[in-house]
């Protein structure tokens, strides 16, 4: 009946993977979306629609804009409308199954969440900076995994260095203040070192989110499954 019903009544069992950049998104996504009666989306960068009120705040108050705050009613609804049929066409089993968005690189949505999505969930996940930054840093130096992102020889001058503290701090903050405004009972932080502790615990208390009971042995088959050791160059 769920998956045949209007996908926004399932709201309760979608949640967001939210925070910045190589703290362990893609990691703790993958596992997630392993688990019995779990989906994942690996950033749909549903946020981007969101990105000119973050150059333009302005444009609220316009009153001829397509985002003018006296027509916010009806932007939400059609955002809304758009990101649930899109859900339930990429991932039917949406409703009976619940689904993890992991969306760490659109921070313009995280103000939006609350609004959008009210009964929704949302998971803040977060490493101490200072290893966040040198995780960038190994990705920008040359010859890095990630061709489209790897820098040139000077990625550890003191501009580029800036910039990609900025970059962190931009949107941990605009995650954090996305958390704490969000309903206690719907919200869970989750650390990259107690993944890299323990990742069953977290894996459970995810599910405990969304109303999926995970099993402590099936969540530390996950684990083994997605463990560093078994990853290949």
Same mark, same amino acid.
């Given at each position: 009946?769920?998956?045949?019903?209007?996908?926004?009544?399932?709201?309760?069992?979608?949640?967001?993977?939210?925070? +910045? /950049?190589?703290?362990?998104?893609?990691?703790?996504?993958?596992?997630?979306?392993?688990?019995?009666?779990? !989906?994942?989306?690996?950033?749909?960068?549903?946020?981007?629609?969101?990105?000119?009120?973050?150059?333009?705040?302005?444009?609220?108050?316009?009153? =001829? !804009? #397509?985002?003018?705050?006296? +027509?916010?009613?009806?932007?939400?609804?059609?955002?809304?409308?758009? #990101?649930?049929?899109?859900?339930?066409?990429?991932?039917? @089993?949406?409703?009976?199954?619940?689904?993890?968005?992991?969306?760490?690189?659109?921070?313009?949505?995280?103000?939006?969440?609350?609004?959008?999505?009210?009964? /929704?969930?949302?998971?803040?996940?977060?490493?101490?900076?200072?290893?966040?930054?040198?995780? +960038?840093?190994?990705?920008?130096?040359? /010859? &890095?995994? @990630?061709?489209?992102?790897?820098?040139?020889?000077?990625?550890?001058?003191?501009?580029? $260095?800036? =910039?990609?503290?900025?970059?962190?701090?931009?949107? =941990?903050?605009?995650?954090?203040?996305? +958390?704490?405004? #969000?309903?206690?009972?719907?919200?869970?932080?989750?650390?990259?070192?107690?993944?890299?502790?323990?990742?069953?615990?977290?894996?459970? &208390?995810?599910? @405990?989110?969304?109303? $999926?009971?995970?099993?402590?042995?099936?969540?530390?088959? $996950? $684990?083994?499954?997605?463990?560093?050791?078994?990853?290949? @160059?």
């Amino acid at each position: 009946e769920e998956q045949r019903g209007d996908p926004r009544e399932s709201e309760h069992r979608l949640a967001w993977i939210i925070g +910045y /950049g190589r703290s362990g998104s893609t990691w703790l996504a993958e596992m997630l979306g392993s688990l019995p009666r779990i !989906s994942r989306w690996h950033e749909p960068y549903f946020g981007r629609m969101l990105r000119h009120l973050i150059e333009r705040p302005e444009d609220r108050d316009r009153p =001829a !804009s #397509f985002y003018s705050r006296r +027509y916010e009613s009806v932007l939400h609804e059609s955002l809304r409308d758009s #990101f649930f049929r899109m859900a339930r066409e990429r991932f039917p @089993n949406f409703g009976r199954h619940a689904l993890f968005v992991k969306e760490v690189n659109t921070p313009e949505l995280y103000a939006w969440l609350s609004s959008l999505f009210p009964t /929704g969930k949302m998971i803040f996940l977060t490493r101490d900076p200072f290893d966040t930054l040198d995780s +960038y840093l190994d990705l920008q130096a040359p /010859g &890095a995994w @990630n061709e489209s992102y790897r820098g040139e020889s000077q990625f550890l001058s003191e501009p580029s $260095v800036r =910039a990609t503290c900025e970059h962190i701090k931009s949107g =941990a903050i605009a995650a954090a203040e996305a +958390y704490e405004a #969000f309903p206690e009972t719907q919200k869970l932080q989750v650390t990259y070192e107690s993944l890299l502790d323990d990742p069953v615990p977290q894996l459970q &208390a995810c599910g @405990n989110l969304v109303s $999926v009971e995970v099993k402590r042995g099936v969540a530390k088959q $996950v $684990v083994e499954e997605h463990d560093f050791s078994h990853l290949q @160059n």
